[in-house]
């Protein structure tokens, strides 16, 4: 699966108190931006304009890069002092370089670091203050539309008729931007208010041609041209309720067949307004948290951890696909927290002192305060709770979903767009809860929470496909559908022979579009609003 780049980001970049390499005058810096691919292979990017004479440079250059939340991406920042025309920087000054990830950049949206030299010791007082800023156009346009007297195209009944938008490619082709809903056997109908962003229909250009067609439906698939029009969005935007904007419908054929031809049918907008949608980055420049937890599986089927085919047996390296699966998923979203203090529980095992069977117990056996400093506290937490406890079962996974969902309903509180949940849930397979986990799932549809689910080893996960709500929408044991697609569900198996970050970026791909579609569902702003800074 390629990963979807999420947006564009622009760095600007500063320093302050550089090195002074140069005698009789200050050093002339540029700052050069180096990526990680894998490994220790960096390679550059771009770089900045050389700034003449100054240890407190503020670049005008901007970097632009492809942001993709799922990817940990590398990225290194070196300073140096040039004096000769040479494109090489070998032969250039060094004052400090900075290095950090993409995610904790756009986290703090403006980052200030001290350099540091290629041994690792502070370059001076020199300091780096990098800004970030999503490259966008987030102005939606929100339309209403109906129309009257439109010709009638249908032997029996009347016309089923439906609206396509097209906008003008550089060429002068046309292109389909938006297709209303069918209104059945109507020559008057009322289309469904409907959003469109702003560079979708005309490239943001208010004086661009934006051709709108009317069709009536045919099942066959042949449906007719009733008619079409073109105007702009200078002239959409006059439309008011009390004073729409309507257009004839022309037919050319008709038109140049009969001599009386007036028109079609009108078309008429009632509404047309352009608003600002917040993006994935807006929410988490913005401020928002995003709280990640993990849930272990430690049911019997899982085998005797000190043998060797058991899935929570710890290789001579010290893993397994538990912890694996751990790594990767939680190296990405650490950026995105800033305390870095995760919870992580386990289910299915009996634990000390009495040995009753839980389903949602802290792995580091402290109820009051179930969290793990970093993700290495969460590795190091599984491995020291492994030997205490003893597998067992059933596999439920719904106290895990409501114990998360408890702290998720408790951040609705606030009314503003500050924290999102996610859980991750590794497990062997086959689930015995399954009308109750149903139940927790469509409850936290409700909750700004995203669900994760891995399955580890080779049992059969059809029941883990079900609550996946790809192919259909998931209901409750009482029949409620989800309000919204929350699991993501994926078998580790599938990513055995693949490269360590592969499993990141499948499960995580859907997360930005998830936050997203939450927080504006409910109409919640970010803490802070990026775009009016």
Not at 96 to 119: A, D, H, M
Not at 336 to 351: C, E, H, L, R, S
Request: a negative charge.
């Amino acid at each position: 699966m390629a990963a979807q780049c999420v947006t564009k980001v622009e760095l600007t970049i500063a320093c302050t108190n550089l090195l002074d390499k140069d005698v009789g005058s200050k050093s002339d810096p540029l700052c050069v931006l180096l990526q990680n691919t894998s490994g220790q292979q960096w390679y550059e990017v771009d770089r900045t304009e050389r700034v003449k004479n100054s240890l407190n440079p503020k670049f005008a250059k901007k970097f632009l890069i492809d942001y993709y939340f799922e990817l940990v991406q590398k990225l290194k920042f070196g300073i140096y002092d040039i004096d000769n025309k040479t494109f090489d920087l070998s032969d250039d000054d060094f004052l400090g370089e900075f290095e950090c990830t993409l995610g904790q950049i756009v986290s703090s949206r403006t980052l200030t670091k001290p350099l540091v030299l290629k041994n690792g010791r502070p370059a001076g007082k020199g300091s780096i203050t990098i800004t970030a800023e999503e490259v966008k156009d987030n102005r939606v346009v929100v339309l209403e539309v109906e129309a009257r007297k439109l010709d009638n195209k249908d032997f029996f009944g009347k016309s089923d008729p439906y609206l396509e938008f097209h906008k003008q490619t550089g060429d002068g082709n046309w292109v389909m931007v938006h297709r209303t809903e069918v209104i059945k056997n109507n020559l008057n109908p009322v289309w469904r208010p409907f959003k469109i962003s702003l560079n979708s229909l005309c490239y943001s250009d208010m004086d661009k041609s934006i051709k709108v067609e009317c069709y009536d439906y045919d099942s066959d698939g042949s449906h007719d041209l009733i008619g079409s029009f073109q105007t702009t969005m200078s002239k959409l935007k006059e439309a008011s309720r009390s004073s729409p904007v309507e257009f004839e419908c022309i037919n050319e054929k008709k038109r140049q067949k009969k001599k009386t031809y007036k028109n079609s049918g009108i078309v008429s907008f009632k509404h047309c307004e352009i608003i600002i949608e917040c993006t994935f980055l807006d929410y988490i420049m913005g401020g928002c948290q995003l709280n990640f937890t993990v849930g272990i599986d430690f049911t019997g089927s899982n085998g005797d951890p000190r043998s060797p085919d058991s899935l929570h047996y710890l290789s001579p390296n010290g893993v397994n696909e538990y912890l694996t699966a751990i790594w990767s998923v939680g190296m990405v979203i650490q950026d995105y927290d800033t305390d870095k203090m995760f919870p992580a529980f386990g289910f299915g095992a009996q634990i000390p002192p009495s040995f009753q069977v839980s389903h949602e117990f802290p792995i580091n056996f402290n109820p009051s305060n179930p969290f793990c400093n970093g993700i290495q506290g969460i590795v190091d937490a599984y491995r020291a709770c492994l030997p205490q406890v003893k597998l067992y079962g059933p596999t439920n996974f719904s106290p895990i979903i409501n114990h998360v969902a408890r702290f998720a309903a408790a951040a609705t509180q606030q009314q503003t767009a500050s924290q999102y949940f996610i859980l991750l849930i590794i497990t062997d397979g086959v689930i015995t809860d399954l009308d109750q986990t149903r139940t927790a799932i469509v409850n936290a549809s409700k909750l700004p929470m995203s669900i994760i689910i891995v399955g580890v080893g080779g049992a059969d996960f059809d029941a883990m496909e079900f609550l996946d709500g790809d192919n259909g929408v998931l209901r409750s044991s009482s029949g409620e559908p989800a309000v919204r697609d929350i699991v993501q569900f994926v078998p580790f198996r599938k990513f055995q022979n693949s490269p360590k970050e592969a499993l990141a970026q499948c499960v995580l791909a859907e997360v930005p579009q998830q936050v997203v579609n939450y927080f504006s569902t409910y109409k919640l702003q970010p803490p802070r609003n990026p775009a009016a800074e």
